[in-house]
């Protein structure tokens, strides 16, 4: 399952296209992310770099609601 959930998670492994006779060699290819993973990969980072303010927003939303 861990295999699974991490082969999602980085996407599929894409080798680089090198033109035989060409005089450009590209070494690094890229990975190519499914759809859902690329928007667990936005709303991972949206927190990541936002914790404390969703963190107070949510708190604060929860306080209003409780009190009425």
């Given at each position: 399952m861990e295999?699974?959930?991490?082969r999602w998670w980085?996407?599929?492994y894409v080798p680089p296209r090198n033109?035989?006779?060409g005089l450009v060699f590209i070494l690094q290819g890229a990975?190519?992310?499914?759809?859902?993973s690329k928007?667990?990969?936005v709303v991972a980072e949206?927190?990541?770099k936002y914790w404390q303010w969703c963190m107070?927003?949510?708190l604060?939303?929860?306080g209003l609601i409780w009190r009425h």
């Amino acid at each position: 399952m861990e295999q699974l959930l991490k082969r999602w998670w980085d996407g599929e492994y894409v080798p680089p296209r090198n033109d035989p006779n060409g005089l450009v060699f590209i070494l690094q290819g890229a990975y190519k992310r499914h759809w859902t993973s690329k928007a667990a990969h936005v709303v991972a980072e949206f927190w990541l770099k936002y914790w404390q303010w969703c963190m107070g927003f949510g708190l604060a939303v929860i306080g209003l609601i409780w009190r009425h």
